[in-house]
């Protein structure tokens, strides 16, 4: 695989929204591009970046990765493309176990502390795939109109 050494933040950055419902597309002067395009970020620091993959990655077999900081992109690797596998992220991060859910007060829901009966509750997951009607890379989900 290539490799290239890339300097990065020193101190984590995670996304704001700033009146708007889409994700930022550079962190802390740090962008990731799918073949060429950048995609929304979620968070960045010196060890680890957090993308949203493309809606454009559907029906693809492969796409090239660059991570780029204060414009110095690291070396193009190509990556395969799997189909949408939509899952929930865990608790402990680890693919198994308790899904990461919060309540509508946003504690953890948990067998001790289960959501309230009509009350809202929090998921989060990966792997949506293409939507039907389409919406931008990285829109922020929001309550049906």
């Not at 960045?44 to 991570?67: C, D, E, M, N, R």
């Amino acid at each position: 695989m290539p490799s290239a050494t890339l300097t990065s933040p020193a101190s984590p950055a995670t996304f704001r929204l700033d009146g708007g419902d889409l994700l930022p597309r550079m962190l802390s002067e740090t962008r990731v591009l799918f073949d060429g395009d950048p995609s929304p970020l979620i968070f960045t620091s010196s060890g680890q970046v957090s993308a949203i993959a493309p809606y454009s990655l559907a029906g693809k077999f492969a796409t090239t990765l660059q991570v780029e900081y204060r414009g110095v992109p690291t070396a193009a690797l190509t990556l395969p493309v799997a189909p949408s596998s939509p899952a929930l992220f865990t608790l402990d991060s680890s693919g198994r176990g308790a899904g990461a859910v919060l309540n509508q007060d946003y504690s953890v829901n948990t067998p001790a502390n289960p959501a309230a009966i009509g009350s809202v509750i929090m998921l989060f997951a990966t792997g949506e795939g293409q939507t039907s009607p389409q919406v931008p890379d990285g829109k922020i989900a929001s309550p049906p109109q």
